[in-house]
């Protein structure tokens, strides 16, 4: 995957503060940790991911509405291992 040194910092520090979330479909994942959002986009074979915006609200919080209605989508847990090349 690739990432400016921003971006995967930021992944970093924020998956340790709480639950690491996805959404939407594998073409353009939403990855949800902390107060911040990161998009995971593929071509050609080679993934970039890239900070989008910080939330006004946690991934934790987040969590708690899924689990308190069904949503729209795919979503659920991060299980992935991100490396970074």
Request: hydrophobic share 40%.
């Amino acid at each position: 995957m690739l990432a400016e040194d921003e971006s995967w910092n930021a992944l970093a520090r924020e998956s340790g503060k709480g639950p690491v979330l996805y959404t939407g479909p594998a073409s353009a994942v939403r990855i949800l940790a902390g107060r911040m959002t990161w998009t995971l986009s593929e071509a050609a074979g080679v993934y970039r991911l890239e900070r989008t915006e910080e939330q006004g609200s946690t991934a934790g919080e987040a969590l708690d509405q899924w689990l308190q209605r069904k949503g729209n989508g795919p979503r659920g847990f991060c299980p992935a291992v991100l490396i970074r090349r």
